[in-house]
């Protein structure tokens, strides 16, 4: 690991946009993009059936209250998106929000959540990573 | 914030006990519990239509091969499980693999993703959140 | 985990709004806020007694300088509050600095911690997080 | 940064061990020791007012129910104790619960976290931190 | 630890001021500066040897293709970087790229590393990041 | 994403280790390997030029002593290794340290840096890591 050089802007020349135009991957670049506002909801379900239902909806989980714990962890995926998918832009998340709602006719959890932040990109990856983090927290209390 | 004490083992007693079992949440004691060789397979499926599949299948897709970048993103999954859930105990993970199976009949990617450790716990939770991941990674390269 | 949608924000409809009003717990929406300057001061104390106080004053703790390693605990503190508490916002942090007072009187540290940023949240949660990583710090190298 | 090199155990020699015998700070060289059960107990009391302890038991805050956000803090508190503390060695936490008891008599809320493993070291400042993440949150909460 | 007080900008006096000014290290203060547009390149070189260059060349390596992963690991490396290097600020990457170029005559691996950012500090730092994390990552791979 | 299913190893055949086999990239699997004792040493040198040699020697540069702050840097590098490089197993650092010695002669800084661990499989690239992150941090308060 030897000759470490560092180069800056105006030493970039275009050489350097030839050369990292044909990667194994590509990040979007949005440097020229401007800031709007941005607000993506996901959803999800899980069949937990009739029996887990039952004990969900009476708050006697033995591991504790699926619900908030499935919110809160809807949260840190948000937040960690861009640590799991490497292609996505690490965002100033303005405001998330998970809500879970129990449909009795087929036993199922419903996941919402919505993301806004004011940035150069979407976030509806955010948002789908907020539904799944839920959807599994859901999963290991039942 | 004051009175700030800390306890060793010796001294906990009993009443500690009691205070802990009505909590919000439990997560599960494996303190007395042996490692044990642990292996969990989870998969999941993405239809991503016909032009799309063409596109992944011809390694034609603008942000690069998805399939590697699955993969990749399912190992980090796997291994930021607890950060993302807060039930999960942080595991040793041993190995994990991620295979992505293209099904040309219904255009479809199935994730299959192995975890294996050995723990107290399983490591079922490890091996959803990789395909989770994988399969959130898929999305974002359409 | 099925029927996973993804809705952008223009379809994003007023029963949303409903659907999210009635959670366990709310972050904050500072979607609609402007970005001003914030800057926040925490402190904390902690007693070490008279003997390691010396034992720090003359540079003799076995595990290294205290009040180094304190500073450095606290901006990584500063830096991961979002990460510990599920209801903060990442800031784009612009500053941190740490001060350790050792008061000769009591035996004690002062741990102050001041943290900046243009934001649409205060600093006041990064200030503490920043006091309380110095002081656990000073804890462990005694 | 050149004339990286990679030296394997059987070639460190003991001038190695004299290098670093003078070093800024000194983590514990646990490699060593055994692992055995340790279990460690940590409280901390954050005193709210009458009107903030008042909302709490009603579960009218506006931010949600503080109580159960504390408790899941305080286990990401634990996890991420080496993160935060460069000193400390990441540990297979087995076990961490946290109660918090609420004080009518001087509107106090009193946290109680503590934290099992087996391990090489003790848990003593994860169960600080855990304690610490819960009162931080328990503070914005309110 | 007790005593903890927060106290908001307008209370920050100038004795603030002095305290921190003989810190034991100093992260820059950028409150006051504008976001301006930032670009680095930094680049790096690994010699492999000619039959470990042959089998990549080949994409005969045993643990996959080097290549690949590689670019993966810088992503990770250029979005952790406020993570390891404590007096680095947390900046929001819009892109970054990184390319390696295999040099037959010296059987080395080149690799550059491009990070952009509107930011209010440079991003050469990142830049250095990624490319050590890719050159580490061919080093592992070998 | 759909037909989510989680299949327990008892239920994991033959057919699985095959469709494993093609792999894009593959991690070790360490499963059946017993735990020894691991150590290893890795070292980079970085030239910092006379002007700035002098200044470290004098602790008179402006961001503080680099010394300290790049073995804490260090300290971090190897507790992040496998966040950074997907294919290195999450490991149980029983003790690191980082010496950085200065050359007047080439007016360089040797960074030598040591990570013991009783682990599966070996301990290379957090000494590597190690290095690298103190090698960046003394660029960076130059």
């Given at each position: 690991?030897?000759?470490?050089?560092?180069?800056?802007?105006?030493?970039?020349?275009?050489?350097?946009?030839?050369?990292?135009?044909?990667?194994?991957?590509?990040?979007?670049?949005?440097?020229?993009?401007?800031?709007?506002?941005?607000?993506?909801?996901?959803?999800?379900?899980?069949?937990?059936?009739?029996?887990?239902?039952?004990?969900?909806?009476?708050?006697?989980?033995?591991k504790?209250?699926?619900?908030?714990?499935?919110?809160?962890?809807?949260?840190?995926?948000?937040?960690?998106?861009?640590?799991?998918?490497?292609?996505?832009?690490?965002?100033?998340?303005?405001?998330?929000?998970?809500?879970?709602?129990?449909?009795?006719l087929?036993?199922?959890?419903?996941?919402?959540?919505?993301?806004?932040?004011?940035?150069?990109?979407?976030?509806?990856?955010?948002?789908?990573?907020?539904?799944?983090?839920?959807?599994?927290?859901?999963?290991?209390?039942?």
């Open positions: 690991m030897s000759k470490l050089k560092i180069i800056n802007k105006e030493d970039l020349k275009d050489w350097a946009k030839e050369i990292f135009q044909k990667n194994s991957f590509n990040m979007v670049d949005v440097s020229s993009k401007k800031e709007t506002f941005r607000r993506a909801l996901a959803s999800g379900k899980i069949y937990v059936g009739k029996k887990v239902f039952d004990l969900i909806q009476n708050k006697k989980m033995p504790g209250d699926p619900i908030t714990l499935a919110e809160v962890s809807a949260v840190l995926g948000v937040k960690k998106t861009s640590e799991l998918i490497p292609l996505c832009h690490p965002l100033p998340i303005d405001h998330t929000a998970t809500k879970i709602i129990m449909n009795e087929d036993s199922s959890l419903e996941v919402f959540c919505v993301v806004s932040a004011v940035a150069k990109t979407g976030v509806e990856m955010e948002a789908i990573m907020g539904v799944n983090s839920a959807l599994i927290t859901s999963k290991i209390i039942n």
